[in-house]
Every structure is written in structure tokens, then in C-alpha cells.
């Protein structure tokens, strides 16, 4: 049976007893999964430069405390978000066989509960108010929460589409509505309805986003099937949704605590997280969503694939972030303007805590398509211990740069954890995963480094960016023939990915081709 294409409206049902990703030849699969890849960082690379766009552009027509009031209904709003919206989602993802009772179940079940977010945001705007004595806290939170009456359905819908091989249109729509909603935004900001214009882009995004993927959902064929009890449904996106909420509420409490400093301390350190975290999610969602439904089908238990898999997350984590941290003073002061020079100097702790976080969540995906769902549990409980611990130590001192090298112990924590984990279970060897990881930490390093180093040298922002790119550039290319060191390479030539070098006979001419088998 020949595997389904891409862009087929169901997947071929596999052979009895056999789930349908293990039908596809090994280098197959592989080409498969780097094609939904490839088309995710695509629109994460348009995303990124889309999102610090609009941040530079709002970052000039709202000020600094505005920004922190933003960040503080942002972060409660998405308290909520994860009760809402997380687990239908990655119900889906790591369903073994997704069928139209399961689909329209899931639907159902994340508008109800997004509607119920939705009320529970516009009841505790006041105390937000109170709390953090914000008067514009209380009523962003309020239009905010304008998106749960949409994402929680457009997530389970995305989600559904992603497991049918629908990837290019999703990742096409989820442009449209980033665009659709930062463009909105930007307008009221121009009319002079600041800073509540901020609050209006994810709204936006999110309708635009339901829209578009319930009609493609509905173009699906999808196969029928028992209806699922919803009882079994909500148990099990409500273990994913706490889980995930306790995860937000650690990684999120930084910023809450930089808003107890003031109103400015939360607007530079948001600025900087933002900085960070728009990467961070996109490429650690580019990688579980490409990798969580192949995993899942036959439950993580092939330790090449798991390896290989970590070991990708390894040198987008550690390289990519390198040159993040080199990077990213300089574009940030270029990209905010004067007066946040605070928020820039925070930027390479916040890479490094970055990198450990995407490790740590593509880890999450792998527990999660084992159905290992303690050591998820272990991993979220070392990595609390550790930030709790950790920002009860440097909260008494006041100090934001100490508050952003907090953010490093709770990934570190949780990674460590799972490797141990994983180690005890026979899930991956753990010496050649380090060993892999130690490579891509010492390619890091020395880009951001010469990054650094480049950026240093100039006197204004834009002339220390076009430096220190010119400085990782040089490096880069002396680096090209030492590439086969890396454990990525290694990966992808043994899946077939790279293309493969023309043989050459001594006179120049190359060597004949075989006959086509007809």
C-alpha cells in the first residue's frame, strides 16, 4: 500500500493491527514528518518577523507601563487559557485514529469551556485591578478574554486538520489570522485608543482563525466511528490542561513578581521575555506538533526515533538560541527605540532559559505520545521545586537581572529529570544524548560569542546588529567544512535528507548511472 500523500483528505487505513505511521518505510516517514517541518518553521520564520514588527511598532506608541499593565492581563488571561484549550488539542494530536464523533466531540467540548473562561475572565478583572494596582489591567483582561469564545474550538479544529496531513493550509491560516490581528491592533493604536488597541490582536487572531479551519474541517472526509464518551475525553485533556497550567503559572511567575517592582520593571522584562519567547514557542510548537503525532503511533517506543528527535530539538535549542544570545541586545535596542536598554540587557539570561525550555517541552511531547504521563508529573515537579526555590532566594534583592537568571532552574530542573527518566525506562541512552548535547552547546556558544563580540564593536544599535551578523556569519562559513561533527547532520544523512554527493571517476567525468528498473 502506498503512503498517503500530503495533501490527501484521509490517511490510508494501515494493515490490521499496524498504526498507520508504520506503514511508511523508515526514510519515508522521515521525509513525511521534515515536509510538515519545513512548511511549520515556514510559518514560524513569517510569524516571527510579523510578531517583532508589531512589537516595534506598538513599542513606540505605548509606553512602558502601559506595556506592563498588557503583560499582567495577558498573563492571567492565559491562566485561564489553559483550562480552556490545551488538552482537547492534545487529545488529538496523540489520538491513534482520529474519527468525525471524536473531532466534533472535541469541538464541543472547547467551546463550552472557553465560554466558561470567557466569564470567569470578566469576573476577576476587578481583583486584577486591585492586585497589582494597574487601573488598565482590569479592563485589557476584559477584552481580552474576548478570545476564549474562539481559540479553544479553532485549537481542537487546527489540531484535527495537523493529524489529516493538512499542515501547509493550517499554517497558511494561522498567518492570516496573526496578520489579520495585528493589523487591527496597529489601526485602533493609530486612532488613539491606547493602550487598549493592545488587547484587541488575539481576539482577532482567533476568530479569524475558527473561521477559516472549521471550513476546511469541513471539506474532510473523516472516517466514522464509535462515539466517544465525554467523560473519557475531559479526564484526559483535563490531566493535559492542568498539567499545562501548572507549567504557564511556573514559567510565567517572573513576570509576576517584575510587576511587584512596578509597572516599568514589568514593561522591560516583558519586552524582553517577548523577545525570547516568540522564537521559543513557535520553534518548540514546529517541533511537538511535527513530531507528536509520529511518536504517537507507535507510542514512543522506538528509541531511534525518540533519539533522533531530541536530538533535533538539541541544535535548534542550543545553536539557534546561541545566536539569539549574541544577537539579540543589539536588535532589541534597535527594534524598541531609546529607553529600553534594561529590556535588551536582560535578553541573553532569557535565551539560555529559552533553550533548556525547548528541550524541555519537545521532552514533554515525547512522555506525552508514551502515554507516560508520571514522568510528566516528575518533570513539572522538579522544575517547580526549583524556580520556587530559586526566585525566593533573588526576589528579596529587587534585581531584574537576577529575576531572569531564576528562569534557567526550573528547564534545567525538568530536563533533568527526564533524562534520568528516560534512562531508568530504556527510553534513550543517556551518554550519547549528552554527548549530543554538549556538541550543539559548544556550537552555541561560540556563535554567541562572536556575535557578542561583533555586536561590541559598533556604536549604535544598528551598526553592533550588522556586526555581530557579520561576526556569525564568519564563523558560520568557517565552520561549513567541519559540519559533518554535528550530531544533526549525522541524523539527517542516515534518514536520507541531504542530498547525496555526485561520484566522480579520475578523468572528471562522472560515473555511469545504473539502468532504470522499469
Keep these: 500500500m502506498s503512503p498517503p500523500s500530503e495533501d490527501s483528505a484521509v490517511p490510508a487505513a494501515p494493515p490490521a493491527g499496524r498504526p498507520a505511521a508504520a506503514a511508511r518505510p523508515p526514510g519515508s516517514r522521515a521525509r513525511h514528518a521534515l515536509h510538515g ?83 470567569a475572565a470578566q469576573a476577576v478583572a476587578f481583583a486584577v485591578t486591585a492586585l497589582w494596582d494597574m487601573p488598565e489591567a482590569g479592563p485589557m483582561l476584559r477584552l481580552v478574554s474576548f478570545q476564549f469564545l474562539t481559540l479553544p474550538a479553532a485549537l481542537a479544529a487546527v489540531a484535527a486538520l495537523r493529524s489529516c496531513g493538512r499542515t501547509p493550509q493550517v499554517v497558511r491560516l494561522e498567518l492570516v489570522g496573526h496578520t489579520t490581528g495585528a493589523a487591527a491592533s496597529l489601526g485602533l493604536l493609530a486612532a488613539g485608543w491606547a493602550p487598549m488597541g493592545l488587547a484587541v490582536s488575539a481576539p482577532t487572531s482567533s476568530a479569524v482563525l475558527l473561521a477559516g479551519a472549521l471550513w476546511l474541517l469541513r471539506r474532510q472526509d473523516l472516517p466514522s466511528g464509535p462515539r466517544p464518551k465525554v467523560r473519557g475525553l475531559v479526564d484526559a485533556s483535563g490531566f493535559f490542561s492542568g498539567y499545562s497550567l501548572a507549567q504557564y503559572v511556573f514559567n510565567s511567575a517572573p513576570l509576576w513578581l517584575a510587576g511587584r517592582l512596578g509597572a516599568g520593571a514589568a514593561g522591560h522584562y516583558s519586552r524582553a521575555s517577548l523577545f525570547t519567547g516568540i522564537p521559543l514557542t513557535v520553534l518548540t510548537q514546529g517541533i511537538s506538533l511535527t513530531a ?30 546561541g545566536t539569539v544570545a549574541g544577537l539579540g541586545p543589539a536588535a532589541l535596542n534597535l527594534l524598541l527605540g531609546p529607553g529600553w536598554g534594561t529590556a535588551a540587557a536582560l535578553v541573553p539570561l532569557l535565551a539560555v532559559a ?97 556575535a557578542r563580540w561583533g555586536a561590541s564593536a559598533g556604536d549604535t544599535p544598528v551598526h553592533g546588529l550588522l556586526l555581530g551578523a557579520a561576526a556569525t556569519l564568519a564563523v558560520l562559513v568557517c565552520a561549513l567544512p567541519f559540519r559533518a561533527r554535528l550530531p544533526l547532520y549525522a541524523v539527517a544523512e542516515r534518514h536520507g535528507l541531504l542530498p547525496r554527493p555526485s561520484t566522480w571517476s579520475l578523468r572528471g567525468q562522472s560515473a555511469p548511472r545504473p539502468a532504470r528498473q522499469q
Excluded: K
Design 292 to 321: 507528536t503525532p509520529v511518536l504517537a503511533a507507535d507510542r514512543g517506543r522506538s528509541r531511534q526515533a525518540v533519539t533522533d528527535v531530541l536530538c533535533l530539538a538539541s541544535a535548534i535549542a542550543f545553536v539557534g538560541f
Design 37 to 119: 517541518l519545513l512548511w511549520n518553521y515556514a510559518g514560524s520564520a513569517a510569524t516571527i518577523v510579523l510578531q517583532l514588527g508589531y512589537t516595534a511598532c506598538t513599542s513606540r506608541m505605548v509606553p512602558p507601563a502601559a506595556f506592563g499593565a498588557f503583560a499582567t492581563a495577558a498573563a492571567v488571561a492565559g491562566v485561564l487559557g489553559y483550562f480552556s484549550n490545551s488538552g482537547v488539542a492534545t487529545c488529538l494530536l496523540t489520538a491513534e485514529r482520529l474519527t468525525a464523533p471524536l473531532t466534533s466531540t472535541a469541538l464541543r467540548i472547547g467551546a463550552v469551556s472557553g465560554a466558561l473562561c470567557f466569564l
Design 354 to 450: 529559552a533553550a533548556l525550555s525547548l528541550l524541555t517541552s519537545v521532552g514533554d511531547s515525547v512522555n506525552q505520545a508514551r502515554d507516560d504521563r508520571r514522568s510528566l508529573l516528575v518533570t513539572q515537579g522538579w522544575a517547580a521545586a526549583a524556580i520556587a526555590v530559586t526566585l525566593a532566594a533573588v526576589v528579596p534583592r529587587h534585581s531584574l537581572t537576577l529575576l531572569a537568571a531564576a528562569t534557567v532552574t526550573g528547564p534545567l530542573a525538568g530536563h533533568a529529570a527526564q533524562l534520568l527518566r528516560w534512562r531508568a525506562h530504556g527510553v534513550v541512552a543517556l551518554a550519547p544524548l549528552l554527548r549530543v548535547h554538549a556538541a550543539h552547546v559548544a556550537a552555541g556558544a561560540v556563535l554567541a560569542l562572536a
